[in-house]
């Protein structure tokens, strides 16, 4: 009883930020992402009879503490869902810098809900593969789609109404994502924590949240037309809405450090020089560039250049989960 899947991890053009229902990960709002070819998450499990417990095994370390437990626990979920009472061996290799703003839990979630459900002999659409996937990582719901996916928040107490749904392959537009490494030291402020500061004491949380439903609408608008201008517009300018809540949290914080700043700002001025490139950031430090393929050169050699950068990794449309 053994599986092996590959997913890729996700950058969010209309954030997910806030929950509504904590335990089970149901969002306070609707957000879209772009999967990425360049970070993804391999991931196979093996279920064993002779095992008394779980064993994870991430990047050839032998994982224990709370990562280990939130790993066993989605387990939990999916041998309930199976009716089987099997531990499972769970060996992954991550090539996504962990809890540095590259949503490392998003691909890292979808490869071990799909791996293990298809381990334990559970035969899920992707539907009911990314409302499960998302108990485990909300934006890992998106991860199981390809291209453009929005995660519907639902209304629905139980979860059932919430998963991501596919907008566009990612063969629909071949937009281009720069990923601005500035810092792979995991963060002060992890996502889950900040996240939940924000919602409960943040006085422009409500602003955000009511700002969504036509950012959604509009960028839907421009990717089914291709517009890149729109797209990028609407995006960076969700990512400031975001960011700016944790400033209005209590105690306030950000995820931006100096270079951070200095990279938003080498972007806005890049586009008083006809370049048409936009930026969105995660909770992290690092920033993500949206442009289109005739640019990338300018793009890469522009970003190397600034002082901070440690390095930039250039992404495609991905795929979805794959088994291999």
Avoid at 77 to 102: C, D, H, M, W
Avoid at 149 to 159: L, P, V
Wanted: aromatic share 8%; net charge neutral; glycine share 8%.
């Amino acid at each position: 009883m053994k599986a092996t899947a590959k997913a890729h991890t996700n950058i969010a053009l209309i954030k997910y930020w806030g929950k509504r229902n904590e335990p089970i990960i149901l969002p306070t709002n609707n957000s879209l992402s772009l999967t990425l070819d360049g970070y993804f998450t391999t991931t196979s499990v093996e279920f064993d009879e002779t095992l008394t417990k779980d064993q994870f095994i991430l990047d050839e370390q032998v994982i224990t503490g709370e990562q280990y437990e939130r790993v066993a626990s989605f387990l939990d979920i999916i041998r309930k869902l199976a009716g089987k009472q099997l531990y499972a061996s769970i060996t992954s290799k991550n090539e996504v810098p962990t809890a540095a703003g590259f949503a490392s839990s998003a691909s890292g979630f979808a490869a071990l809900a799909a791996a293990g459900t298809k381990a334990i002999g559970l035969g899920l659409s992707n539907m009911e593969l990314s409302r499960l996937t998302r108990q485990g990582s909300g934006s890992a719901c998106r991860s199981i789609y390809g291209g453009f996916a929005e995660w519907q928040m639902g209304k629905k107490e139980d979860g059932s109404d919430s998963y991501a749904i596919p907008i566009a392959p990612a063969e629909h537009w071949d937009i281009r994502v720069a990923a601005v490494v500035l810092s792979s030291t995991k963060k002060k402020v992890s996502s889950r924590a900040g996240m939940k500061r924000t919602v409960e004491t943040s006085p422009f949380f409500q602003g955000w949240l009511d700002s969504i439903p036509q950012d959604l609408t509009t960028i839907k608008e421009g990717i089914r037309h291709r517009d890149f201008q729109k797209v990028g517009e609407i995006a960076e300018a969700n990512c400031l809405k975001m960011h700016a809540t944790t400033l209005g949290a209590n105690p306030p914080f950000t995820y931006w450090h100096d270079t951070t700043i200095a990279v938003m700002q080498k972007i806005q001025e890049m586009r008083t020089q006809n370049i048409p490139v936009y930026f969105t950031i995660d909770a992290g430090p690092n920033v993500k560039v949206l442009y289109l393929p005739e640019y990338e050169k300018i793009v890469e050699e522009t970003l190397r250049s600034l002082s901070g950068v440690a390095d930039i990794r250039l992404s495609k449309p991905g795929q979805g989960v794959t088994y291999l």
